[in-house]
């Protein structure tokens, strides 16, 4: 299926789904863990939680936090069939959108995202890696 939102965007393996969504999870565990009281998540291809970037754009991104009713992280899990450099117009979009975005990838595709990134000049706060 191709994504609604960025028609580049890499369609992910059905067999790499389960991966993604338990990392989500995870993820938004750790994120509360951290003291984050708002942690908010878009498993899946569900569109249950959006960001308001500008008044025409809105965005589902993967994992995000709330605070004082604004959006101050973004954070995208990618997996290995989705670290691709159609990925990057999503990843401009949510950079853009709030003070700090977080890209999270597979350990093995660490140094191809911070290719697409340095290539793209999209700032991301930080690259988080999971094995997978």
Same mark, same amino acid.
């Given at each position: ?60 991104? #993967? ?5 004082? *009713?604004? =959006?101050?992280?973004? $954070?995208? %899990?990618?997996?290995? @069939? ?6 990057? #117009? ?5 950079? *853009?959108? =709030?003070?700090?975005? $977080?890209? %999270?990838?597979?350990? @093995? ?24």
């Amino acid at each position: 299926m191709i994504h609604p939102d960025y028609p580049d965007h890499p369609v992910r393996r059905a067999a790499e789904q389960s991966t993604h969504d338990r990392v989500i999870a995870t993820l938004a565990q750790h994120i509360q863990q951290e003291g984050f009281r708002d942690v908010r998540t878009n498993p899946g291809q569900q569109k249950n939680n959006p960001v308001f970037c500008n008044k025409q754009k809105r965005i589902w991104p #993967d994992v995000f936090t709330v605070e004082n *009713r604004r =959006v101050t992280r973004i $954070y995208e %899990v990618e997996t290995t @069939s989705t670290v691709d450099t159609g990925s990057a #117009d999503q990843w401009e979009d949510y950079a *853009r959108c =709030v003070p700090h975005f $977080y890209l %999270v990838v597979p350990e @093995s595709k660490q140094k191809e995202a911070e290719r697409i990134l340095q290539a793209r000049s999209i700032p991301c706060k930080r690259i988080y890696t999971y094995k997978g």
